[in-house]
């Protein structure tokens, strides 16, 4: 079911307009999912057409999270990636979107305004992997305490290091 | 919405810190809040007290050596959470499990539900003041507990699924058992609902608090009872069928108020619900195999490794290089007890997984509590608190 769901998606594509079609790097199907890759300009105006364009409707942002491909095995684009995963309830389709992010300019459009669960998921991947989302309104830590230093999970950061937090929590001005 | 908090120079409201050990938080959560009387204005959350870096850690180990870290996600119901995981990189393997490895599966992941569903009921009613029904569901989970215990030894931390198949197949006499303790819980839940649904207190205490819209619960990425309470029937056993769910006969519970006691509702007809698919199951259990039958995969038995040089070889070389998935990066989601539960993971062909991500239901759902309950007490903050199901081992990760 979700395979021909995933195939109903790839062949819309070519009936998208022209802005979303010049915005689009890459459609990949893999084991039943699409991947589309975008470029990083026009990730606002892909996911907003993506939840309001009635053939779409893509409600629930699922997921967002970062990768980093330092130490992969097959050449990447560029080291870092946002990847979205957006689902139409109504439609029980899924997709995922992905934008490369290179390390000298480690900045991506926040999308907290179309999507309200962006917020959390934005600050994780800021907390995680450093990357910058422009326009979120609090892009602070949010599973590393405030005394964290660097950004756990990239390749170059060694899985053994600890961090210890040396004075407490603040409760005033959080 | 007032999520941030005001200046404390500047504010007229009294702060109020709760967390991060608190009786009614039930985990590792810290809130602040402002209080304007007894009524919330402004509220700001603060995760992270249980933040273990699963996602780091998963990236050190062989594939099946993350299978423990993944009982301590949501660990009131390991069980979902080993399937879960199991599932994705079985999907990128592109093995199917046996059926009767398949069949198992949806009886742990249900009884599972059923136990997550009475513990989050059960501890929602304490914190309101119910202690009875508490000791009703519990004796309940004590004996589905000990059903896990006879099957694979540990209560809480199980661990009992493997890439391709179980830790092992079922001990002799387990279905019989299983289903005397199957057809023990109706009573229960019977019992419970004669003590909560029309009860006075209880509706007063829950009905029209903690509401959240359609619109915001698909907003915020609700998943499982809490957006079922909304009225959206959606439930990933139904929408995209996976291990024969579709050919039980069961229904998707809705209720529409998307408050506390909707929430309630819905876990207690879902516990019904999970009750027929497994009676469905164990009426009807296929035999043969529980595992695979590829050594590339799953562990051979273990006369075949102390007989057998290919045995002997096939054990030395999953234990010391683990399974090598090809390269590629796959999601596949659950249904599990708080929604949906979603593993993404990336392999680069290598013993080890690349990244593996996990997709919280609790952290899309937590994000929200300050929008639900400004306005109201904080005894009413308490009760949706408590509705909401928030697993700290989930939410941090």
Redesign the interface.
Known sequence: MQETDTKLLASALPNLPAEIQTAILAVEEFKGETTITIRKENLRTVIQFLKTDPNFRFDVMMDLFAMDYLKYNSPQPERFAVVYYLVSLFQTRRVRIKVFVSEDELVVDSIHDLYKAANWFEREAWDLYGIVFNGHPNLVRILCHNEFVGHPLRKDYPSDQYQRLKSAVPSEGL | MHT??T??ESSKYL?L?LGPSHPATHGTL?V?VELEGEIIRGM?L???YL?R?F???A??HTWNQVIPFTDRLNYVSAMMNNVGYVRSVE??L?VEPTKRCQRVRVILCELSRIIDHLVCIGANAVDLGALTTFWYFFRERENVYDLFEALCGARLTTSVTRVGGMYKDLPEGWLEWCRKVVNNLPRTLDDVETLLTANRIWIDRTQGIGVISKE?A????F?GPCLRATG?P?DIRK???YYDYDKFTWDVVTESGGDTYSRYLVRMGEMRQSLKIIQQCLDDMPGGAINIDDWAIVLPPKEQVYNSIEGLMAHFKLIMHGIRPP?????D?TEAANG?L?F?I?S???GRP??V?V?PPC??IY??FPEMCIGQTVSDAVATLGSLNIVAGEL??
């Open positions: 941030t908090l200046p404390p702060r810190n810290r602040f700001k603060e995760i992270g933040h870096c996602e780091k850690m990236e050190t999907k990128l592109g915001d698909l907003e915020y990425g998943t959206i959606y929408a995209m069928p390269l590629g990066e796959v999601y989601c949906e979603g993404f990336s680069d062909n290598q690349y990244r991500r997709r952290f899309a994000q929200a941090d990760r």
